[in-house]
């Protein structure tokens, strides 16, 4: 069965340093997604994403964040100056289409830990 | 990928029993819910969804119901399972949007 798969799975980083976080969507969907976790808390909508630009994003989405498809099978997320606040599970997911109705595939997450 | 939460609400059931686990949504607009699962080290999986014109919809072993005058969403789990033990989240969507708002979670422990 087709997944979302994201690297790493858990990455350490100091404060003020840039992490990418990796994600493989499903071959066939075009709508990509971000979401966020912090330890005890609701899951949180960061973006999404469709033919390449950003389709809508969140509050907490601001200029540290950016999103990129470098190629035909990943979608990145860059954090440009950690802070000890971005410490989070982050997942992605991915849709076949935006419509409502449409699963959202969550991959398992990269666990971000900014010391 | 869990969400391990000092605060979250849970449920305690005896394997073999119904359970059910309630949510409140904050849109009066969101017209699109869904149940997701979130078992430990995973990301949150879809269980069931049911549209605002809906009030009930039925899949395998699991019952969503729907409230929209209370705005109040529930989940049953028929004959529970160890299985079935995880975190749960309700979601909603209002048509305008892409993005998935979800509810604090519901911790399920199944005892054998």
């Known amino acids: 069965e087709p997944e979302v798969t994201q690297t790493p799975s858990h990455q350490v980083t100091q404060m003020g340093q840039e992490v990418i976080l990796r994600c493989v969507p499903i071959s066939n969907h075009l709508y990509f997604y971000w979401y966020r976790q912090i330890l005890g808390q609701k899951v949180e909508f960061l973006v999404s994403?469709?033919?390449?630009?950003?389709?809508?994003k969140s509050e907490i989405f601001d200029d540290q964040f950016s999103v990129e498809r470098p190629d035909g099978s990943n979608f990145t997320l860059k954090i440009r100056s950690t802070k000890l606040e971005d410490s989070a599970m982050y997942f992605c997911?991915?849709?076949?289409?935006?419509?409502?109705?449409?699963?959202?595939?969550f991959g398992p997450g990269t666990r971000l830990t900014v010391l | 990928g869990e969400s391990v939460g000092l605060h979250l609400p849970t449920l305690s059931v005896q394997e073999g029993d119904n359970s059910i686990i309630n949510c409140a949504y904050s849109?009066?607009?969101?017209?699109?819910f869904i149940w997701y699962k979130q078992e430990s080290g995973k990301g949150p999986q879809f269980i069931i969804d049911?549209?605002?014109?809906?009030d009930k919809r039925q899949g395998q072993r699991v019952t969503v119901l729907l409230n929209k005058t209370v705005k109040h969403l529930s989940l049953q789990i028929a004959a529970t399972q160890p299985g079935d033990s995880a975190v749960y989240f309700c979601a909603e969507t209002a048509d305008s949007s892409y993005k998935l708002i979800f509810g604090s979670g519901t911790r399920l422990l199944v005892r054998p």
């Open positions: 049911i549209r605002s014109n809906m």
């Open positions: 997911a991915s849709s076949e289409t935006g419509t409502t109705g449409n699963e959202q595939f």
């Open positions: 994403f469709y033919n390449n630009e950003i389709s809508e």
């Open positions: 849109n009066s607009a969101s017209d699109y």
